[in-house]
């Protein structure tokens, strides 16, 4: 299933770029998609870095591409089903800023003292 997955990705990330991009007015990228077991469905996730408008406006372009899209996978992977696509927003970039953003703002002592060793190894040699 992950072979079919990953063909399906970049073949929708190359109809993506031909047919979506020119629309946006934000970066697009095809970061994932989870076929079903049937091959009836598949969930395609999105990257979208831009403003929420234009996050909104681009699950609207690629729903109205929906069709055409499943037409020309029909035609380009050979499969037993053509699966219908659903486009979901994948967070997982934002959510990852939004980590390093937060650990940036902490004021974490540095793995390594002046020494050259780190606490684990301090740690363990009071126990010595």
Do not use: W
């Not at 997955?5 to 629309?23: D, P, T």
């Not at 994932?32 to 996050?55: C, F, N």
């Not at 703002?105 to 606490?119: F, Q, S």
């Amino acid at each position: 299933m992950r072979r079919v997955n990953e063909l399906l990705k970049r073949e929708l990330s190359l109809m993506c770029e031909r047919r979506v991009v020119s629309e946006l007015n934000a970066l697009l990228t095809v970061t994932g998609v989870q076929t079903a077991a049937d091959l009836r469905h598949a969930k395609v996730y999105v990257s979208i870095l831009g403003p929420s408008e234009e996050q909104e406006k681009a699950l609207n372009v690629l729903e109205q591409h929906r069709r055409e899209f499943q037409k020309d996978l029909s035609r380009n992977v050979i499969l037993k089903y053509t699966p219908v696509l659903s486009f979901h927003i994948d967070h997982t970039l934002e959510d990852a800023d939004r980590v390093l953003g937060i650990l940036d703002e902490l004021d974490l002592p540095d793995a390594e003292d002046k020494n050259g060793t780190t606490g684990a190894q301090e740690h363990a040699d009071d126990h010595r």
